[in-house]
């Protein structure tokens, strides 16, 4: 079976092969999504080229040749260069564990400390704006606010969001079973808001974009076509424009929201990691500190002594 990322052609057989066998063992053991193993693939390939320009191979490579090879990217930030890192220790403890190699030339290699970056969120009040952007006279208004509504009040990744299938809605009792990283399932309220909007687009909306053609797909272009991660990131950003948000926004802007305003109203850290189906605490962790700092701007603004 060949890992989703796709053939790796490389001139050395010896590297092909390993690197092939270490992409297909990450796509099976831990079920990573096509663009993350499509990075790993791509800094590989990269420190493979690099070898390869000075006549060395991967599996003779040792601990000078990793840190040679890091310190030729100069301007990289300390982030990029410990994914490279990473990237290759996980390569070489896989060769180690396999047996193809005796020692793990990246063992003893420091990465670089990276500060902990908080992650960009939206104000309630700029949510309200981005909600109220579309156009609901219009038919694809209508759908773009109940995908924003559905995206906003699940928390889910945009990826999962335009994956979405009739049959992982429950409109009975209000709830969305998501396919998440690793292939693990989650149960994540709509709300009633979300829950609303969702009923009026598919009574009124979704049929005349699929117009009797077969679609599986939650939300389908008008087209009825399966939507794209890229797509729906486009519409995001063009209410956000007509919203007036002057904020950078990512993939993940309303994922952000979604917990930093949970936490903001009491919710329970463990709560939210369940919704946003993160496997380690410490992932779900970093909204404490956003949570935090908003505050301690309440306290400043509010209190007399602030």
Not at 172 to 184: A, D, E, S
Not at 248 to 269: C, E, I, K, M, V
Request: charged share 25%; with cysteine; proline share 4%.
């Amino acid at each position: 079976m060949k890992a989703r990322s796709g053939q790796i052609d490389l001139e050395s057989p010896g590297d092909s092969s390993a690197i092939e066998r270490f992409l297909d063992a990450l796509w099976m053991e831990r079920g990573l999504s096509d663009n993350t193993l499509a990075a790993y693939r791509a800094d590989l390939l990269a420190f493979y080229r690099w070898l390869a320009a000075r006549g060395g191979s991967l599996m003779a490579a040792q601990a000078s040749d990793l840190m040679s090879y890091l310190g030729s990217y100069s301007r990289a930030s300390a982030r990029s260069t410990a994914r490279r890192l990473s990237s290759l220790r996980r390569l070489y403890r896989y060769l180690v564990r396999e047996g193809r190699i005796q020692r793990d030339p990246s063992a003893r290699i420091v990465p670089p400390r990276i500060g902990r970056s908080l992650p960009k969120s939206l104000t309630e009040a700029d949510v309200e704006n981005l909600l109220d952007a579309p156009d609901i006279g219009d038919a694809l208004g209508i759908r773009d606010r109940t995908m924003l509504e559905v995206l906003y009040a699940t928390g889910l990744r945009v990826s999962e969001l335009v994956k979405l299938t009739l049959g992982q809605v429950n409109r009975q009792q209000g709830i969305v079973r998501v396919t998440g990283k690793g292939n693990k399932d989650r149960l994540v309220p709509l709300g009633e808001e979300a829950s609303q909007w969702l009923e009026r687009y598919l009574r009124d909306i979704r049929p005349a974009f699929i117009k009797g053609r077969p679609c599986d797909a939650l939300f389908p272009t008008q087209r009825g076509r399966p939507m794209t991660r890229q797509g729906f990131w486009h519409v995001v950003r063009r209410y956000a424009r007509k919203a007036g948000i002057k904020k950078a926004l990512s993939p993940h802007t309303l994922r952000h929201a979604f917990a930093t305003h949970l936490l903001n109203h009491g919710a329970d850290l463990r709560i939210v990691q369940m919704l946003l189906g993160h496997s380690d605490i410490s992932t779900t962790q970093v909204y404490t500190h956003v949570a935090r700092e908003r505050l301690k701007t309440l306290h400043a603004q509010h209190h007399p002594r602030g």
